[in-house]
Structure formats: C-alpha cells, structure tokens
C-alpha cells in the first residue's frame, strides 16, 4: 500500500501494473466495510497484460488511515474525493470500477465530472432506490452511530458469524479468506476515528439522492458495460437491465452463479469484461 495526499487527507492505495503503460488506467472503486483488496485478484491479471490500476481505500469502514472531522463524507462528497485522487495522479481516460456501494459512487462521480473517465465498468452494485438493497437498510442505519457501528463490527468478530448470512457470506460465492475479512472489520472495531468516519458517509446516504443521479445516467457521454453475477440474493439482475437501459451506450455481460462480491468469485471474468471495454473504445 501507498500513500497519496489529497485535499480532503492522506488515502492509502494499492497499485499494479507497469508504470509506463500504454493502456488507459484502471481506478477500482470498492464499497462499504471492504477495502481495495477486494481488487486484488483483477489487478494483478490486468497487470499481467500491462494494465496499470489504482485501488484506494475509501473511509468507508475499512480504511485504516481517519480524514480529518469536517470533511464532506457524503456520497457526492466521496466522489469528489475519488476524483480528487485521480487528480493527484494525473490519471486521464480512466476506465472507472465499481462494485457495491462504490458502484454508486461512480453513478455520483460521472453525474459530478466525468472529464477523466474514459469508460465505465459497473459490476453488482446499488442503483436507483436500491441504495442499500433492503436487506441491508438496517445495517446502514444503525451504522450512523458510532458506538452501533462498534457493536456491529465487534458481533462478527467470531469467523463464523463474519462468514455467514448475518456478515459476509451472503456475498460471494466461494470460501472467504478469514485473514482478508479479518483486516475488513479491524478498523471499524479498533479507531473510533474511523467509525465517525463511516457513520458520517452512513448518515448521508438516501436513496433519493442516487434515484435523482439515475435520471441523468443517459448524459454520460462514454461506453458504460454492466458487469452482472446472476446468482445474487441482494441487486438482481433485472436491476442491472434497468442500469443498462439508464445509459445511452451500455452494454449488459450476464455471469452465472457470481454473487455480490463477484471480483472475488470471478476476477479473470471480470478482468476480461475490462480488457472488452478498452478493445471497444481503443
């Protein structure tokens, strides 16, 4: 992990692939209570063919490195805080990522300034009132205050529970690493900087907000590609076809049986559907 500074604080990123790539960059753009290494996987086989990519961590739970109180957290004010990152490194012609949460805050970054993104990758993700998907409405809820968001964090310490329907099994597909779900929760549960952090982002979200973005889907000028596991309980793949539909050129990529999580259940599918989106705009 690096270290950039922006104006907002200090964010930690990881980065892979060569320096000098010739390939439009990658910015990876993950959700709540995950960091960048839900990215890993699909980083490091785009790097394999030259692709350099950017995976910051957002003070969205997960972060181990507190902004400063004040700092605008809500989900347009994260968006700017994602462009401010591609800023920082001069990254134009960005292919943006997002999953989950973080799929919501692409929508809020292109409806912001989409001057430095080149195309768009969305996979499983929260799109108009879905923000959250019902499920998880309480969870956001009781995540607006700080010493909930502890006891929340602290209920899934054992792995048992942190892999099961009630934390982070409902998500994938496949087996969970306990060390990467471990290092998820850890922030939450030991700074209580970072848990104002999230609770602030938490107090901000409201589906009217991402409903209004929605409409305004169909001005982004760039390719948008959908990139949809079929298998998951929470965003259903009739929401990714109502996304599709949302944006004047977008293309849906259905993949059976991946859920939530699908950069973990699938990272060469999703790798290649990157590798697709830049053949298409090359």
């Not at 030259?50 to 004010?77: C, E, F, K, M, Q």
Request: aromatic residues 6%; contains cysteine.
């Amino acid at each position: 992990m690096t270290v950039t500074d922006i104006p907002q604080g200090r964010i930690e990123y990881r980065s892979a692939g060569p320096q000098a790539s010739t390939e439009p960059p990658v910015v990876f753009v993950h959700g709540l209570l995950v960091n960048a290494e839900l990215w890993t996987k699909v980083a490091d086989a785009l790097a394999l063919d030259g692709v350099r990519s950017y995976a910051p961590d957002l003070p969205l739970g997960s972060h181990r490195i507190p902004l400063p109180v004040g700092t605008d957290l809500s989900p347009r004010g994260v968006a700017r805080l994602i462009n401010d990152f591609l800023a920082a490194h001069d990254l134009t012609d960005v292919t943006l990522v997002g999953n989950d949460t973080g799929g919501a805050l692409c929508q809020f970054l292109i409806d912001t300034d989409h001057s430095r993104i080149g195309r768009l990758v969305l996979t499983n993700c929260d799109a108009f009132d879905q923000f959250p998907p019902a499920p998880f409405g309480l969870i956001f809820k009781a995540g607006r205050r700080p010493a909930l968001l502890r006891a929340l964090m602290a209920s899934v310490r054992p792995k048992a529970l942190r892999h099961s329907m009630l934390g982070f099994g409902g998500l994938v597909r496949d087996p969970l690493d306990p060390a990467l779900t471990r290092r998820w929760i850890t922030p939450a549960l030991n700074d209580p900087a970072v848990r104002r952090n999230t609770a602030d982002f938490l107090r901000h979200v409201d589906p009217k907000d991402l409903v209004d973005v929605s409409t305004r889907l169909h001005r982004f000028p760039k390719a948008a590609r959908i990139v949809w596991g079929t298998a998951d309980p929470f965003f259903k793949i009739g929401l990714a076809r109502r996304l599709r539909d949302a944006f004047a050129d977008a293309t849906l990529v259905e993949i059976d049986r991946g859920r939530t999580f699908l950069p973990l259940d699938e990272p060469e599918l999703v790798a290649n559907e990157i590798r697709a989106a830049h053949a298409l705009t090359a």
